[in-house]
């Protein structure tokens, strides 16, 4: 039996070396919108069921469909006013189902990353060929639709395999050369960038992408009041902010149209962004950006870090 998955090494978090984003700032902080489409009577997996209700899910679908009509533009609106572009975890299903709103994020100059095809179709039972296909189509499209050579991939629904990392990375670079597929949003693991082992041999980290602050997760999971998750994200910046002090972190706010953009959560969203963005010395970023800066300038002392402490 495997103990774990062998992407990455234990790194502990104290007397790492520092880290300082561009301009000098202590902190980086990314919104990560999850743009989705849901398939009302999506193919069945005998792994997961896609709806938690009988098929058809009228309920289900129909938020997430408002999420496409609606909250999408609130949400880009209430970035639009603080300055942040947003890094969007994309299906790309919705290319096709609703260029509209690719354009919206387009024009906007967003960043855009695979999110698979369809949230409503897992990686789950996939063989190593049928995975391989189903990420060369999500960031081929993701190239055709935007120009943009994909840098970052996060599993559809999170379904994950143990080959995930190695195929994406393998095909991005297959496609679009080493400027393409260079880091990962899956492994919830760490606050500030980790390496991560390929069996390319690739250069490839994985940055912060936190579940604790998916609003999907404090909604629908855990079940917090639209005041209580601001709070939450505020109180989360204040703890990464003041260890940003030691060497540079990471904040991410992963969010869906159809959680945070309802009109009695937006408030709350609002009020934690205006917080975070007083600061001065934090960074707005995409996620290429940090991954770019933090393997162009600290990947290889990281490495040797990790074989130094690893030696011990």
Known sequence: MKADLGHFDYWPYQNRPKIRWPQNKKMAFWVAPNIEFYELHPPNNPYRKPWPTPSPDISGYGIRDY??????????????????????????????????????????????????????RYSYGMSEQQ??????????????????????????????????????????????????????CDLFHDDQPTPINLRSGKKFVSIPYSLEMNDTIAYVVNKVEPRRYGQMLMDN????????????????????????????????????????????????????????????????????????????
């Open 131 to 184: 995975e391989r296909d189903m990420i060369k189509d999500s960031i081929a499209t993701i190239f055709q639709a935007t120009g943009q050579k994909c840098a970052g991939y996060l599993a559809p629904a999170l379904s994950h395999s143990e080959l995930t990392l190695d195929l994406f990375a393998e095909v991005a670079t297959e496609l679009f050369g080493d400027d393409a597929g260079f880091y990962t």
């Open 237 to 312: 910046f204040d703890t990464l902010y003041q260890e940003a002090d030691s060497s540079g972190t990471i904040m991410c706010i992963p969010t869906h149209n159809y959680q945070v953009s309802c009109p009695h959560r937006i408030k709350a969203f609002e009020q934690a962004l205006e917080y975070i963005t007083d600061h001065d010395d934090v960074w707005l970023a995409t996620g290429s950006e940090i991954a770019k800066h933090f393997i162009d300038n600290y990947y290889q002392d990281a490495i040797t870090d990790i074989n130094n402490k690893g030696a011990k």
């Open 67 to 120: 999420g496409n009509r609606v909250g999408h533009v609130r949400q880009m609106q209430l970035l639009d006013k603080y300055g942040i572009r947003g890094s969007v975890s994309l299906s790309t299903a919705l290319c096709q189902h609703h260029p509209e709103i690719v354009e919206m994020a387009k024009d906007r100059n967003w960043e855009f990353f695979s999110h698979g095809i369809y949230n409503t």
